[in-house]
């Protein structure tokens, strides 16, 4: 058995269905009425719901909220629901319980997330989607979901473009929340490139008072052209310096400075090696935040684009 410092383990929320006595409301709240595929709830409740936390639609007499909204409100704002309301939903919906979980953790910091055309978007916990515009734009995914890399990229690009964070939750089959937050890099270095042919300290390593020359520095040196190459010669043009990411279960560990002063802020890989599924991204990011680096997946769509993740915790 493993040693070493002993801690409590946090514990784990099983989400139940049914009310909790604790803050109860003295009158007890209605129940959601099925109203245009969205869920009525009158006023004055319904005002408390929207004005403090962006709860729901405004309509005449109260809000509209979408499904996972009543579970949040179930959970957190003492909203009862009809006995068949969870069965009905998961019948419709076999992703319904994780689509609520999801929910219910990005609103877990007390930020604003409120569903619109599809998607959630998130305000800061001290604004109102009244009064300022999305902070974030949040996705979520089981992680038994394809994986589209391009795709993803697209839809970075697009949220970036709009002002907008672009925030996933990935949902496991222990209904736990791992939350990623990706962005598009420009990674650059302050090392001179190397030029081939010529000696640099950024080819080879020392060894044996000789330089050893890896197989993908040799063939950039002698011109070789495939994915590989193009993509070192990219990022020798940008001052960096490669070296094996073995150890981290990428290809390269990429420094911006010479290596004996500082460490490889990033670990890349390439899409054509990278994981398709989001067990093996999730293990990639954690490798990589581990040992305080940013995990960066490299893609080519006629030019090079660097998207990285990191975990992010709702609220911080």
């Not at 383990?9 to 109860?24: E, F, Q």
Request: glycine fraction near 8%; charge should be negative.
């Amino acid at each position: 058995m493993g040693g070493g410092r002993k801690s409590k383990p946090r514990v784990r929320s099983t989400r139940p269905i049914g009310l909790s006595a604790d803050g109860a409301p003295s009158i007890p709240n209605e129940q959601p009425v099925e109203q245009d595929g969205m869920w009525f709830i009158p006023e004055p409740i319904s005002m408390r719901l929207y004005q403090k936390s962006a709860l729901g639609v405004i309509c005449e007499g109260g809000i509209l909220l979408t499904a996972e909204e009543v579970m949040f409100c179930h959970w957190h704002r003492h909203i009862p629901l009809q006995d068949d309301f969870v069965d009905k939903r998961l019948d419709e919906d076999p992703d319904f319980a994780h689509r609520c979980v999801a929910y219910d953790v990005a609103r877990s910091g007390g930020e604003k997330v409120v569903p619109k055309d599809g998607v959630w978007l998130r305000w800061a916990r001290d604004t109102h989607p009244s009064k300022g515009t999305p902070e974030a734009e949040i996705r979520w995914a089981r992680t038994c979901n394809t994986l589209d890399w391009s795709e993803l990229l697209q839809w970075t690009r697009t949220v970036t473009d709009s002002g907008m964070l672009s925030e996933l939750a990935i949902v496991d089959d222990e209904m736990d929340v791992t939350m990623y937050r990706l962005s598009l890099i420009d990674p650059r270095g302050s090392l001179t490139p190397a030029i081939p042919g010529e000696q640099s300290d950024s080819i080879g390593v020392e060894h044996l008072s000789r330089r050893f020359i890896r197989e993908d520095e040799a063939n950039w040196t002698a011109g070789n052209d495939d994915d590989v190459t193009k993509l070192f010669g990219e990022l020798n043009s940008r001052g960096l310096l490669m070296r094996p990411g073995f150890k981290y279960g990428c290809r390269w560990r990429v420094y911006d400075t010479p290596i004996d002063e500082s460490h490889a802020p990033w670990l890349m890989q390439m899409e054509k090696d990278a994981a398709n599924t989001w067990d093996g991204v999730c293990l990639s990011v954690r490798l990589a935040e581990g040992v305080n680096k940013g995990w960066v997946c490299v893609m080519d769509d006629g030019d090079w684009n660097f998207l990285q993740f990191r975990r992010h915790l709702p609220g911080r």
